[in-house]
Nanobody
Framework: QAQLVESGGGLVEAGGSLRLSCATS????????MGWFRQAPGKEREFVAA????????YYGDSDLGRFTISRDNAKNMVYLEMNSLKPEDTAVYYC??????????????WGQGTQVTVSS
């Protein structure tokens, strides 16, 4: 059974940093593009970033997300999201996802359960 498990969320003050991790197992995720999404209370899910299967291509959502960096380590079956200069509006549940097909993926087939990030002002 393919699984994605996020970790690294928590409570941080504005201006701080967090590094989210996504552990993949049970599938050939080394051949999948991986993405991070977030969903704040009362808002729609938002695309944050994606990285190609090789890590050679990355793609970010809103321009304000230049504070974030996505990376992956296929040898460890891990995907990361480094988040710097965090703002209260970054508060959300962050999800890891895996998608196949074209780049960037139109659809993501596998999703993690999410990790909560809360940024205090």
């Amino acid at each position: 059974q393919a699984q994605l498990v996020e970790s690294g969320g928590g409570l941080v003050e504005a201006g701080g940093s967090l590094r989210l991790s996504c552990a993949t197992s049970g599938g050939t995720f080394g051949s999948y593009a991986m993405g991070w999404f977030r969903q704040a209370p009362g808002k729609e899910r938002e695309f944050v970033a994606a990285i190609s299967w090789s890590g050679g291509s990355v793609y970010y959502g809103d321009s304000d997300l230049g504070r974030f960096t996505i990376s992956r380590d296929n040898a460890k079956n891990m995907v990361y999201l480094e988040m710097n200069s965090l703002k209260p509006e970054d508060t959300a549940v962050y999800y890891c996802a895996a998608g196949s097909g074209s780049w960037p993926p139109d659809e993501y087939e596998y999703w993690g359960q999410g990790t909560q990030v809360t940024v205090s002002s």
